[in-house]
């Protein structure tokens, strides 16, 4: 079970910190990441990585270095930093964590977080 916390609202260029913690199983085997739902919108890849770190971590191309993901898996833990808020980055964020990475970036999911909603207004 993933749980998803850290959303709220903020002002535009504001930041949130978003944390994911896994209960009942370790993430240390998974490909982990994030994705995002905005309001009449599919599901979006937001970041993630593959369980042994292995390529890198991979970003949606509208983050433009404003985003990080790390993660702690002795916490079985994984974050998502979010600088320099948009309005456009308005949705409901979910934790996710499937066997591969290309499985991830499919979104091709075996586990999801209960969603955080992050809105992002004046």
């Known amino acids: 079970r993933l749980v998803d916390s850290g959303g709220g609202l903020v002002h535009p260029g504001g930041s949130l910190r978003l944390s994911c913690v896994a209960s009942?199983?370790?993430?240390?085997?998974?490909?982990m990441g994030w994705f995002r739902r905005a309001p009449g919108n599919e599901r979006e890849f937001v970041a993630g990585v593959a369980w042994h770190g292995g390529g890198g971590i991979y970003y949606g191309d509208f983050v433009k270095g404003r985003f990080t993901f790390s993660r702690d898996t002795s916490k079985n833990t994984v974050f998502l930093q979010m600088n320099d808020l948009k309005s456009d980055d308005t949705a409901v964020y979910f934790c996710?964590?499937?066997?591969?990475?290309?499985?991830?970036?499919?979104?091709?999911?075996?586990?999801w977080g209960q969603g955080t909603q992050v809105t992002v207004s004046l």
């Open positions: 009942g199983q370790s993430l240390e085997r998974y490909a």
């Open positions: 996710a964590a499937t066997t591969t990475i290309a499985d991830l970036r499919r979104a091709n999911i075996e586990y």
